[in-house]
């Protein structure tokens, strides 16, 4: 088979069974209706998901995991939080992060 | 999500409109995040050997950052195509916990719908709508509000995707373009702490997700996931009076 093909066919596949996912509990879900415990725990959805992401991109770096200050992720990461926190925005938050890497990346 | 139920009183009646409108707002921050790091995919799957043509079209097709820079590279090495389709999947399965998460606000919703809003279901998208469809007013046209956040992030990433392939090798390595995506989870993490347990589950995930590094094609994603939300549930009880 054609190359190109392949690696479109392959592509689609991908896409199809993501697409999958996604529609799983939104399509079948019309039978699909949690519970109040059910409920709380779909609440623990963000908050879980989305620290699994973060944490490898700051701590995981060419394939070990690095805690001390010589990991300028780290610093930066700390100083998002702050921002984060204080500030609630979104904006700031990667901007002050950005820079915050920038600055340690210079520094050290 | 952070001021609970009063920041969305606005859209208390809104119409469709107002709905697409929040969810708009609410996404375009987020694409200071996004853009930097469909840059770095552009370049990341250019530099793995894929055409440009097939790095560009991944992203309608497939439309999950985070796997689509594993499969140019699992496609670079040359790894059995059953493996890459595995891989793939394992990296997506965190949105059938999304799904399941904004299935009970879409209910009687038609199917075309509910397609096109699972097509949309990207971690950004779920993550800047899901504080509203909680929490704030139910009104028959809230879905406005995730198609907004979800078209917002679709567009944004399409745009970079392409100037990324055309542009991205002219970006120095030192910009460090890629930290972008982390910094962009943490603006949406930190806001949506809310309760002790909420910390909890976010310190028993990320800790999972560093110790479970090690498993084959992925699968610390969902383990850490699970992991940090079982603990929620399990410490719920040191929350005080507030229960959700």
């Known amino acids: 088979m054609n190359d190109d093909l392949w690696l479109l066919l392959v592509i689609v596949a991908c896409g199809l069974a993501t697409f999958a996912l996604r529609l799983s509990f939104i399509v079948g879900g019309a039978q699909f209706k949690p519970g109040r415990r059910m409920q709380t725990v779909l609440g623990y959805v963000p908050p879980a ?30 100083v998002a939080v702050a921002v984060a926190f204080f500030t609630r925005s979104v904006l700031a938050t990667i901007t002050c992060g950005l820079l915050a890497l920038w600055v340690v990346q210079r520094l050290f | 999500m952070s001021d609970g139920g009063a920041r969305w009183a606005h859209l208390d009646g809104a119409n469709w409109r107002q709905e697409l409108a929040g969810g708009v707002r609410m996404e375009l921050p987020i694409l200071l995040g996004v853009v930097p790091f469909g840059l770095v995919y552009g370049v990341l799957g250019l530099q793995a050997g894929l055409p440009a043509w097939a790095v560009i079209a991944m992203s309608s097709l497939l439309f999950a950052g985070s796997s689509q820079v594993v499969f140019a590279q699992l496609w670079g090495a040359q790894v059995p195509v059953a493996v890459i389709g595995g891989t793939v999947g394992v990296v997506n399965l965190r ?52 198609f907004g956040t979800g078209f917002t992030l679709w567009l944004g ?88």
Not at chain 2, 112 to 139: F, Q, S
Not at chain 2, 212 to 229: C, R, S
């Open chain 1, 49 to 78: 998901v989305l620290a699994a992401l973060i944490a490898p991109e700051i701590f995981v770096r060419q394939g070990h995991i690095v805690f001390g200050l010589d990991n300028p992720r780290l610093l930066a990461g700390a």
């Open chain 2, 95 to 146: 949105h059938m916990l999304y799904s399941a998460s904004v299935a009970q606000f879409l209910t009687g919703l038609p199917l075309r719908w509910k397609m096109l809003l699972a097509y949309l279901l990207t971690d950004e998208a779920y993550a800047a709508a899901i504080g509203r469809l909680m929490l704030g007013p139910v009104n028959p046209m809230r879905h406005w509000f995730l």
């Open chain 2, 157 to 244: 990433w399409q745009l970079s995707t392409v100037a990324g392939v055309l542009i991205g090798a002219t970006i120095p390595s030192g910009w460090a373009l890629d930290f972008s995506i982390a910094l962009t989870f943490i603006a949406l993490l930190v806001p949506a702490l809310r309760r002790r347990s909420e910390f909890v589950a976010a310190a028993v995930a990320a800790s999972v997700a560093l110790l479970a590094q090690g498993m084959p094609h992925k699968l610390w994603i969902m383990a850490a996931a699970l992991a940090g939300m079982l603990a929620g549930m399990a410490c719920r009880r040191f929350d005080g009076s507030k229960h959700a």
